[in-house]
């Protein structure tokens, strides 16, 4: 049975039957007539399950603008109960204030417009406050469809090297999928490439400000950061730090940590991005820093690791870092 197949049958086991298919091929499925032709209680069934595959909340919330706008007239009184299963707290603030609060459907209902409120407040509390909170809206989505891999990229061996290797945990597996256009090794470069599942091929997106080697990374709420590193023109490891946003491709400016990180370790936990050790130029680092992206804001941790180090692997399991 193909992955639509079940769109024209509204009501019983059949539906049921098929709601995992439609649950992982949500972002195509989206994109099609035959979704914009589903029941209310289907849309419903959909946007409200935990196991929804999508790659961000805003798939979900323009697939109910779209599902609404295809008949406007009659589904217009539905409006506040689909927008009840949208995670609205889970969208970045830009998009709250740019795109949510700006929907003349949200505008236009104030039970729509008391979900946007929460979402607002969601934003203002403090990340612990925030973890506290048990509400359907707030709940991160756990979809199980798509497999875990882990992709190696680039390195060493014993010069810089192009290969890209990809491992399936189910499947136990390597598989090599497509090279990088360049060598890359510790890149003292401003390029970024990005990669592509879909197609196996990599593309170059927005260069970086600031020419670095030695960079950490990680993501934050969609969000790609480029944390110190050394910038090989001018000898100096850096403290500035970078914000990628894909919606845009654009590079700002964040907040510069506080001290210099050359070849630090980098990890995102609980919306908070955690700088571990690294190199001042002088001395390797036992000091952690964190930065809150909602206050554009560093703090350092009050106690350090009992060693200094760079270059260090860094993973988060079960959420202690």
Not at 240 to 266: H, K, L
Not at 288 to 300: Q, S
Request: some cysteine.
């Amino acid at each position: 049975m193909g992955k639509t197949a079940a769109y024209t049958t509204k009501k019983g086991p059949r539906f049921k039957s098929c709601i995992v298919p439609k649950e992982q091929h949500f972002p195509e499925v989206m994109l099609g007539e035959e979704f914009l032709s589903l029941s209310l209680d289907q849309v419903c069934s959909l946007i409200s399950s935990d196991k929804l595959t999508v790659s961000s909340e805003e798939k979900v919330f323009e697939a109910v603008i779209s599902w609404i706008n295809y008949e406007k007239e009659t589904r217009l009184e539905h409006m506040a109960k689909l927008m009840e299963h949208v995670r609205l707290p889970l969208l970045p603030r830009d998009y709250l204030v740019q795109t949510v609060e700006e929907e003349a459907l949200i505008k236009n209902n104030n039970t729509c417009k008391d979900f946007l409120i929460e979402a607002m407040k969601y934003h203002l509390l403090p990340l612990d406050q925030r973890l506290l909170i048990k509400n359907p809206r707030t709940k991160p989505r756990t979809p199980v469809s798509l497999p875990k891999v882990m992709i190696v990229v680039g390195g060493q061996a014993p010069k810089a090297i192009r290969s890209v290797e990809c491992y399936d945990f189910e499947e136990d597996r390597w598989d090599q999928i497509a090279e990088l256009p360049s060598r890359r090794c510790r890149a003292g470069l401003a390029s970024v490439e990005a990669y592509s599942y879909k197609t196996n091929e990599w593309f170059f997106v927005a260069p970086m400000n600031t020419r670095r080697s030695s960079v950490g990374v990680g993501v934050v709420e969609g969000k790609l950061y480029a944390v110190g590193g050394y910038d090989g023109a001018s000898r100096q490891c850096l403290s500035t730090v970078e914000q990628y946003n894909p919606a845009t491709n654009e590079w700002t400016y964040v907040a510069d940590m506080s001290t210099r990180r050359s070849g630090a370790g980098v990890c995102a936990v609980n919306g908070l991005l955690y700088v571990v050790g690294g190199d001042d130029g002088s001395c390797n680092l036992a000091s952690v820093e964190y930065y809150n992206p909602v206050t554009d804001k560093w703090t350092l941790l009050p106690t350090n690791m009992s060693t200094g180090r760079s270059y260090a692997g860094v993973a988060v399991i079960h959420k202690p870092l």
